[in-house]
T-cell receptor
């Protein structure tokens, strides 16, 4: 059974703190994604990675960075957390395959609150 | 990337068939149509995918007309546990996909 896990379900941080969100997948997928989800806005893509040490900006990368040192792990970093980064963060992965759209497998999400 | 438009919310009763329509006027030739389901406090889960005509699996059916400018997700005989947000996505390759606000389905007893 495929699995994407995230390091925390709930996290509370203070403004200005550096925050690390970890995502691990056990499916040997090449591609991994970080989204944030806010009420009424759906999921918005922050960053994605198509290979180890490779990354691409999504639609809202400002205030975030990512790290992909190993194939199975994709980290999202908030260098200096701000209150407007309070959100649900979702990690996903898909296998690299040409042709049809590929099913994304999502983790359970991390609800981050920045005070 | 093709933009999608779907209703913000829908209500239904247990046992009814629910049809959620998504419009995607700018769909490209190599785009597929995919639907996800999301329960509260969980990540989205793949339901069904299609390219044209009709696709059916154990969960839902997907109807796509010949012009592919819209699609309809059909959930037969919904139950309370089908209360969720349903997302329609259009794209190919999966690298940059757009999840809109989705359709919030509320199933009542």
């Amino acid at each position: 059974d495929v699995k994407v896990t995230q390091s925390s379900r709930y996290l509370v941080k203070r403004t200005g703190e550096k925050v690390f969100l970890e995502c691990v997948q056990d499916m040997d997928h090449e591609n991994m994604f970080w989204y944030r989800q806010d009420p009424g806005l759906g999921l918005r893509l922050i960053y994605f990675s198509y290979d180890v040490k490779m990354k691409e900006k999504g639609d809202i990368p400002e205030g975030y960075s990512v790290s992909r040192e190993k194939k199975e792990r994709f980290s999202l970093i908030l260098e200096s957390a701000s209150t407007n980064q309070t959100s649900m963060y979702l990690c996903a992965s898909i296998r690299k395959r040409g042709g049809s759209y590929n099913e994304q497998f999502f983790g359970p999400g991390t609800r981050l609150t920045v005070l | 990337l093709a933009k999608t438009t779907q209703p913000i919310s829908m209500d239904s009763y247990e046992g009814q068939e629910v049809n959620i329509t998504c419009s995607h006027n700018n769909i490209a030739t190599n785009d597929y149509i995919t639907w996800y389901q999301q329960f509260p406090s969980q990540g989205p889960r793949f339901i069904i995918q299609g390219y044209k005509t009709k696709v059916t699996n154990e969960v839902a059916s997907l109807f796509i007309p010949a012009d592919r400018k819209s699609s309809t997700l059909s959930l037969p005989r919904v139950s309370l546990s089908d209360t969720a947000v349903y997302y329609c996505l259009v794209g190919a390759g999966g690298f940059k996909t757009i999840f809109g606000a989705g359709t919030r389905l509320f199933v009542k007893a």
